[in-house]
């Protein structure tokens, strides 16, 4: 059977409760598998192992310190990951990244702890998800280092302009489009038209970002086909297409 994959989604208890039993039959019953679990700090890893043990076959986890969870205490948590890039179930490195929009407080730490992560990647060609916000001006510079060592990945919720997201693909990136492309008056469906289908997977972020209708409510791995309908009409494909090209997208990128 033919599905969609979402690259991207927190399904986890702290959002979720006691529901994902429900939330995980409603994106099966949307024609939406596997998931793609980010981590974001140490704390959070042995849950997502569990959930992957729980729904195996339908979850994939990736593990990392996520810009906003970088603090002081930074080389404590990169050792605590890294013990963890070994286990067979971990796909790939990720939500990593830089995010100055709240805060520059750790913005020292966060450059290093982006560089150590990528050399991860590097050196185990593990698949990235990267998030990068109010930060592209410092991150590609970084990422200049790593140009043609391999690295692959996707420019999470992606939210440059069109040079940006020229740049991400040249270096080997796949742009992480969701609920925004739904969005009145964004510029995600200009670039999205631009780039095509070849160079775009889709993500959720749940529960963060829902798409219209839902905007403002809790998102959900069941709300791709949503984002799929809308990126099909912005690039007059069919959504069968949409499906077909990012989900084989989303199987390159994550060795799925």
């Not at 890039?85 to 790939?92: A, F, K, S």
């Not at 964004?186 to 219209?212: C, F, M, R, S, W």
């Not at 799929?228 to 069919?238: M, P, R």
Request: with cysteine.
């Amino acid at each position: 059977m033919k599905t969609f994959i979402d690259t991207h989604a927190h399904l986890c208890e702290e959002y979720y409760h006691d529901t994902l039993d429900q939330v995980m039959q409603r994106a099966l019953d949307a024609k939406v598998d596997p998931i793609i679990l980010p981590g974001v700090n140490a704390a959070g890893i042995p849950e997502l192992l569990e959930l992957t043990d729980r729904y195996k076959g339908h979850f994939y986890p990736l593990i990392g310190l996520h810009p906003e969870d970088t603090k002081a205490d930074y080389k404590e948590e990169l050792q605590t990951i890294a013990g963890y890039l070994d286990d067979p179930r971990v796909i790939g490195i990720g939500e990593i990244g830089l995010d100055f929009y709240f805060s520059r407080e750790f913005e020292k730490e966060q450059i290093e702890v982006f560089d150590i992560q990528l050399g991860w990647a590097k050196e185990r060609q593990m698949p990235l998800s990267l998030h990068i916000r109010n930060a592209y001006e410092e991150a590609i510079p970084i990422l200049k280092k790593y140009d043609h060592s391999g690295l692959k990945g996707v420019l999470h919720c992606f939210s440059g302009g069109i040079q940006e997201a020229q740049w991400g693909i040249r270096f080997g990136f796949a742009l992480g489009v969701g609920g925004v492309v739904t969005f009145k008056n964004n510029k995600l469906q200009d670039i999205v038209k631009e780039v095509g289908l070849q160079h775009i997977v889709l993500e959720t972020d749940a529960p963060y970002l829902a798409p219209v209708p839902y905007r403002g409510k809790t998102n959900e791995s069941s709300y791709i086909p949503i984002i799929a309908q809308k990126v099909a009409e912005v690039t007059g494909e069919s959504l069968e297409t949409v499906m077909e090209v990012t989900t084989e997208n989303a199987k390159k990128i994550f060795n799925l």
